[in-house]
Structures are given as C-alpha cells and as structure tokens.
C-alpha cells in the first residue's frame, strides 16, 4: 500500500519528500510477502463471497462488478509502470491463472449455474465458461477429479484470465524505483509516536530496532500503511477519526507442495463454498502460485484464533488495542459473532489430519508426505462502531483519514493488495483535495480510464483488457 502511494505521489509532486519507515530488516516481509497472502487478483471471477445468493435464490453482480473494476484499474497502473521500464519483466510478479469455482451438491451447483448465468451478460465476465461434466472439469483441473467418487454431483466455472500475483515482488521493485528517484527507506525503524504540533506539522517519532536510537521528523502529511499496526498507530495519532475502531486479527496457514508431478496436474485458482461460521476471507482455495519463477501448489487458508495483529506482532497487540472508545464495539462483535468465535476455535483446534481432509476435498488424491504446512500473514479485520449494534466486524478495508487530510491509515485487508491503486486514489482524493484536479491528468497517465467504468462500455472493456493482457504478458 504504501509502495503503491509513494509511486503515485512521487509522479504527481517529485518535488515533495518522501521516507518511508519500516520496522523490519526488509520491505514486504509482512502481509505482502507471497507466502503470507494467496496471491489472488481478485477481481470476483471465482470468489462466491462477492455475489452470495440472496434468500428467493436470485443473486446481485454490483459487487463482483466493482471489484473486477478496481482490479482492471490496478492492471493499467501495473502495464503503464512495466511499459515505462520502472517494473521488470511483469513475469515476476503477476501470472496468468484461470480463476474457478468448484461446488458440490445439488444445491450448490444450482447457485453456481444462476451466477454463471448472470454474470455471463456481464462484459467484464463474459468469458466465463460453466460445466458440470466431470471430463471437462477434469481437463481444466485434473487434480481435482483424480480419485473422485462417481456418484458425486459437482459443477465449476472458470475464467481462463485470472492472475496469480506475487506482491512481494511487486512491492520491492516499487521500492527500488522509489529510492532511485530520491524516497529515502529506513528499515529497522519502527514509528512509535505521532503528534501534530501547533504548526499543523507531525512529528513522526521512530526507533532504531538495532541501536535503540530515537529518531524525528517533522511531516506535512503521513501515510500510515502498517499494515495490522495501522490501528495502534492512528490510536497514538489521538485523531478522533481513529476513535472507535478496533482489529480483530485471524491468523492464516497454508498447505503447500512444490512437487512438479502434482504441480502439473492443476493450473487454476479454485474456490468454493464457505464453511459455516466462516469469515469470507476463509473460503477454501486451492491455488497455483508462481513465485520466483518456480510454481507450486497452496491450499487453504486455515484460518486461526491469534491477538497478534502482525506476523511479526506481538500477543499483547489485541489487549492493547482495547480503548474506552472502543471497548464496546470489541464486546458487541463478540457478543454477535459467537458463530465466527466458535469456527475460529474449531479450526484452531483441527488436527494436521483434519486440515489434510479438508485439502482432500479437493484434491481426493492428494498424499501428507507431499505437502507441508506453511504459516502465512495476519489478517487485522476491522471493528468499527455501529448506532444499532454497538459494533460490527467488517471484511473489507477502510480509509481512516483526520478531517484535515494530514493523516491517514488504512484498515482491513480484503481485497487487499489487488485493490492498493484504487484505495491510493481515494486516498489521494481524500487527503489532498486542493491538489487533485491537477493531478488527475498525470494520474490517467498511469491509470487510463481512471475515472471511468468499463462493465458498462463493452468494447472499450474488451480493448483495455486486451492491451493490459498484453503488456502484463498474460497471454502467453
Ligand atoms: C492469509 C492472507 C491471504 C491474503 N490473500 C490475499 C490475496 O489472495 N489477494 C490479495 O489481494 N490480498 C490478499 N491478502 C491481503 C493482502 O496481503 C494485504 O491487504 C496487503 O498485503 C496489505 O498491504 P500493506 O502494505 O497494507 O501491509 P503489509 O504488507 O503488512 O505492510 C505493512 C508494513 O508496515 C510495517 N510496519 C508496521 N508497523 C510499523 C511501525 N510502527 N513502524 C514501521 N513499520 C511498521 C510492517 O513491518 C510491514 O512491512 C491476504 C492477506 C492474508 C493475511
């Protein structure tokens, strides 16, 4: 996130300072790391939490269509910044992947077919193929029918242009770019307070991790991109935007096998139906990831019960984070979602043989010896004050910005990564009122239909996946 607005700032203002802190050894070692996310691009091709089924069985595409619209705005941004050279061979970090769903039973294979059939008249999905026809599915996914009993009723859809994305990779080239036009990077430094002064400036106070030195400066406008720490931050900020809000953090592992026989038998990123109780962010996926060049397989997420709000957090992060302003929204999501406590524990509870089981599901054939289980990043989910509730847990991310625009932190993590351009813009537009008209033009420079949606003008969607396709080498 952070990366991705100092690229946008540095092109729209380069006479404006930018340093960035980071309070470990190197950048992208949290949620970005690729074997801390999944790697999805999601734009709503296969993620059923985006279009659930309404209760009389109909189903609403507005979701998916906004996310697959954001997701087009992060491929342009990407595609001008491979054109122009500042990102490598975009092979590096994102992939071509069909994006599928796979469900069983009667009911679940009737659902697939009513979103199939609505977002099928929908240009940005239009390609999207329905089977249920167990050759065919094996032909996309031979993995997944390998060993499956007959008498299994299944359907799946898949959309042949899905991505795999390493951010990681994706992050440390902005990164390097940054730093070679004048951004200043300090690693080991970790921010412990903000204040704004009388002058409106903040003084940004960070630590040395390796010589325990305090260090300060003064800034005109900061970007609290912390990732899971983002609200201890904005807590320190004393902003009363920030009043209210809490995280709720739930930890993730992955199954993973690098073993190029099994590798080769699924190229896709699968995913299905929730587990009940289950957040959004865990439906099962079982996903080709294309990282330094090599592919492997990974299942999961299994999601876990964790009060660290980092990988590299610590347990006191939750209690912490408890405020007087915020100590009813914690109890009221606790109080409320007793199902998602119950399923949190449940999977903390669940053996490496039951976790195999669940892989099993999909991939019947699959062996223990050839997979190992991998922890991935925190997921800090957002609890945010609510007039009737008292407080509500939500999936999706937040923009928490001072009246003034001088601060601002995002919160959440889904859709995370693949949306950091859109959410950047809006960040921009937020904060930096004044200045925004003036820069849009540089800013459709990077972003060429910024502004504008594509679901809705079939052939200029068809032209503008067809060029970022092209240049993110999605075709070959
Ligand atoms: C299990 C899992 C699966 C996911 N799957 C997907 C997916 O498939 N697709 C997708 O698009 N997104 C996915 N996401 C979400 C995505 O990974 C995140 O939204 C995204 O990486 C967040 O980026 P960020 O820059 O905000 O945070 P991070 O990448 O976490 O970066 C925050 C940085 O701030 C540093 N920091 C924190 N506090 C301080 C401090 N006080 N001082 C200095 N530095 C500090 C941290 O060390 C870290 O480097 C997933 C996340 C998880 C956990």
């Known amino acids: ?7 946008m700032i540095q092109r729209v203002q380069p006479d404006w300072r930018i340093r960035i802190y980071e309070r470990l050894g190197a950048v992208a070692q949290e949620s970005s790391n690729p074997w801390n996310n999944a790697g999805t691009g999601h734009s709503a091709l296969c993620e059923l939490n985006y279009m659930p089924q309404a209760a009389d069985g109909s189903v609403d595409p507005a979701k998916a269509i906004s996310i697959n619209e954001q997701f087009q705005l992060s491929r342009q941004f990407w595609s001008t910044l491979v054109n122009e050279g500042v990102l490598g061979d975009p092979k590096s970090f994102i992939n071509s992947v069909p994006h599928m769903t796979f469900v069983r039973g009667e009911h679940d294979v009737e659902y697939l077919r009513t979103r199939y059939e609505t977002l099928k008249k929908q240009p940005l999905f239009d390609e999207i193929e329905f089977s249920e026809d167990p050759k065919q599915i094996a032909e996309w996914v031979p993995l997944m029918i390998d060993k499956r009993a007959k008498s299994e009723k299944f359907a799946a859809t898949r959309v042949a242009g899905g991505t795999d994305v390493d951010f990681g990779s994706l992050t440390k080239q902005l990164f390097e770019r940054l730093i070679e036009n004048g951004a200043e990077l300090l690693l080991n430094h970790e921010v412990k307070g903000l204040r704004k002064g009388s002058d409106g400036l903040w003084t940004v106070r960070a630590k040395h991790n390796v010589g325990n030195t305090t260090h300060r400066v003064k800034a005109r406008f900061v970007f609290v991109g912390a990732g899971g720490y983002a609200l201890k931050l904005l807590q320190r900020s004393h902003i009363p935007e920030a009043k209210g809000y809490g995280t709720f953090p739930i930890s993730g592992q992955f199954l993973r096998t690098s073993n190029p026989k099994i590798v080769a038998k699924h190229h896709a990123k699968v995913y299905s139906q929730a587990a009940v109780g289950a957040p959004p962010m865990s439906v099962p996926h079982l996903d080709t990831r294309v990282v330094d060049g090599q592919a492997s397989l990974l299942f999961g997420p299994y999601a876990g019960a964790n009060p660290k709000f980092l990988k590299h957090g610590s347990v006191m992060d939750l209690p912490g984070s408890i405020r007087g302003a915020n100590i009813v929204p914690y109890l009221s999501v606790a109080k409320d979602n007793l199902g998602l406590l119950k399923y949190l524990i ?12 669940a892989l099993q599901e999909f991939a019947p054939s699959a062996r223990p010896e050839d997979w190992e289980l991998i922890v991935a990043g925190q997921r800090a989910q ?38 950091a351009v859109p959410i950047m813009i809006d960040v921009l537009k ?3 009122p004044a200045h925004y008209a003036g820069w849009e033009p540089t800013l459709r420079g990077l972003i060429p239909t910024l502004g504008t949606t594509l679901n809705d003008q079939p052939k200029q969607a068809k032209k503008v996946m067809a060029a970022t396709a092209e240049t993110l080498r999605l075709n070959d």
Not at 346 to 357: D, N, S
């Open 346 to 357: 449940g999977e903390l509870l669940t053996t490496r043989a039951g976790k195999f089981r």
């Open 430 to 432: 937020r904060c930096f």
């Open 382 to 419: 957002v609890i945010k004050k609510d007039a009737a509730k008292g407080g509500v847990l939500q999936f999706g991310t937040e923009v928490v910005a001072a009246e003034d625009g001088s601060i601002v932190g995002l919160l959440g993590a889904s859709p995370g990564a693949s949306t």
């Open 1 to 7: 996130m952070s990366a991705t607005l100092a690229t």
